[in-house]
């Protein structure tokens, strides 16, 4: 559509362009559109990174729904304005969003928490080491590689040449005889 190389289009013509799936329409949309709609958004949601995703999700959306608008019921700007107001609600109500609220970067906090607080690890001040060395031996060789050398279940189990819930149960067995050792 030839119509779509000038940047100002009436609003019948773009909802024609988006209705018939022609590509070059959604590059004028988001070049007339896009920073009243990420106004809306971020309004919503004040993270800019996450701000500017649900922008490119209301594009994708619009994109998909297009055979849904219908000029009766209002503007084209107004329906996709709502569209952005939506999705931005449904991500601040999602359950990953919630969580990501709870969350702390690592990366910027360890060092951080580290600094302020001299802290180390070192568990033989608790005198960990000296109840794990208690422990049955088979109990310690589990605690040693998990807790102690960073493997994971599955590589413990490896190189004990045991089967993984094996390994879980003397790590469980392992946490309870210690927990005794604290009462």
Known sequence: MTALKKLTLTEPELVLALQSKDPAVLKTLYSMYSSALYGVISRIIVH?????????????KIWQS????DNTKGRLFTWMMNIARNLSIDKLRSKDFKNSLKNQDIENNVSFVDEQNKVTFNPDVL???QLVENLKPDLQAVLDLVYYKGYTH???AEKLNLPLGTVKTRIRLAIIELRRSFN
């Open 66 to 69: 297009a055979s849904y608008y």
């Open 48 to 60: 800019t990174e996450l701000a500017e995703d649900v922008l490119q999700e209301t594009f994708v």
């Open 127 to 129: 005198g960990v080491k």
């Open 154 to 156: 599955v590589e413990a």
